[in-house]
């Protein structure tokens, strides 16, 4: 499997760029795009437009514009949670608050 990231050119965190731009596996590909990220998700819409493109290449998105991102992010908010929560028997179960530092709103759909 091959993973291709369209990273928005100046609008990440340097963290946020480093952490996408230094990954040494050779099956992650990191392109810097102009534009923010409704903007670059117009190129993806098209290539999954094209069903026969898509199905041909076997193409599966992790973006805003795809159910599974939100599923993903539903895992580790659970991982995040069991993690964090101590060993418990009894209910009901305590509670851990998370806090996403973003204005991403599809990231807090996910919890």
């Not at 050119?9 to 050779?26: F, N």
């Not at 102009?34 to 193409?59: Q, T, V, Y």
């Not at 908010?77 to 599809?106: K, M, N, R, S």
Request: contains cysteine; charged residues 20%.
């Amino acid at each position: 499997m091959d993973i291709f990231v369209l990273l928005p050119r100046g609008l990440c965190s340097q963290v946020q760029e480093l952490q996408m731009t230094t990954v040494v596996e050779e099956n992650v590909h990191v392109f810097l795009a102009d534009g923010n990220s409704d903007e670059i998700d117009e190129p993806i819409k098209e290539l999954f437009a094209d069903e026969d493109f898509a199905r041909r290449h076997n193409l599966m998105s992790l973006n805003s514009i795809n159910w599974s991102r939100i599923l993903v992010q539903m895992a580790h908010y659970f991982f995040a949670y069991f993690q964090c929560a101590p060993p418990v028997d009894a209910a009901p179960l305590p509670v851990v608050e998370i806090i996403v530092p973003t204005g991403g709103g599809g990231n807090l759909t996910g919890w």
